[in-house]
């Protein structure tokens, strides 16, 4: 009789998830929050989100660039057609610990406020606006939800 051990790190855990599926964690404080991130690093291509205790991992669901171009070229072609200046922050983590939320969208993009985050590596949304425009698979916690540390613009999918 054999006995699969369970996965310890959450690099497994995604790994193992069907893809487009959700897994939803309870009771999880701000700082372990922070800690999977960190842990995760940059390699991972789950979107994770933060609401007041509780995380969503999103799997990544088949072909989820393909939206994603397709979004970010029409923005494209809309800054160049309107001359505006239009910066993209890809899938930045965004997070706010005052209001216990953290989403990372697919794509996200500076239209109005592009000129305060040219030239940024990094954005602390504690001080920096928010963005203006995101693209993101939905989670369902975050559904009709007022007051996330992302901008009050989302294109779902």
């Known amino acids: ?3 699969a051990t369970p996965p310890t790190n959450y690099h ?3 790994a193992l998830l069907p893809q487009g599926s959700t897994l939803r964690l309870d009771d999880v404080s701000w700082e372990d929050y922070e800690q999977r991130l960190d842990d995760l690093g940059d390699s991972y291509a789950a979107r994770i989100f933060y609401h007041h205790g509780r995380i969503e991992i999103l799997a990544p669901a088949g072909r989820p660039e393909r939206p994603k171009i397709v979004i970010h070229d029409l923005i494209a072609a809309m800054s160049d057609e309107l001359d505006i200046e239009v910066t993209s922050f890809g899938s930045t983590t965004f997070k706010r610990e005052t209001i216990n939320k953290g989403a ?3 794509d996200s993009f500076y239209i109005q406020n592009a ?3 040219i030239g940024k590596e990094d954005l ?3 001080i920096d606006p928010p ?4 693209f993101a698979r939905l989670c369902t916690f975050f559904r009709g939800e007022p007051s996330l540390p992302i901008p009050p613009m989302a294109i779902g999918g």
Not at 131 to 134: M, Q, T
């Open 104 to 106: 990372e969208p697919d």
């Open 115 to 117: 000129q305060y985050v």
């Open 131 to 134: 963005s203006d425009l995101v």
């Open 1 to 3: 009789m054999s006995v």
């Open 124 to 126: 602390d949304l504690e």
């Open 12 to 14: 497994e855990i995604i």
